[in-house]
């Protein structure tokens, strides 16, 4: 879903019953989802400002393309672009 008029979506996922629940200890919480319009020039970017990702390069999947890095508490956070739909 989308905010009309503006370049912002919120991604929905089906959780587990216990989903929105405070997070076990040693536990993560789910990543951040962000979109680009060009994943791998932000990436660039971003790694030269010192961000840190679990893959040296992001990784083309079906729906498009992506990436995930931590931030210094060790959250995640997930970069991605989406393909253009041709339903």
């Known amino acids: 879903m989308g905010v009309p008029g503006t370049p912002v979506k919120i991604i929905l996922w089906s959780h587990p019953a216990a989903a929105g629940q405070p997070v076990a ?46 931030d210094p508490d060790g959250n995640r956070v997930s970069l991605r672009e989406q393909r253009p739909w041709n339903g």
């Open 25 to 70: 200890p040693g536990g993560a919480p789910g990543p951040v989802v962000l979109e680009s319009d060009d994943l791998r020039k932000d990436f660039e970017v971003l790694r030269c400002r010192g961000v840190t990702f679990d893959e040296p390069e992001p990784q083309d999947y079906p729906f498009g393309v992506r990436i995930e890095a931590v």
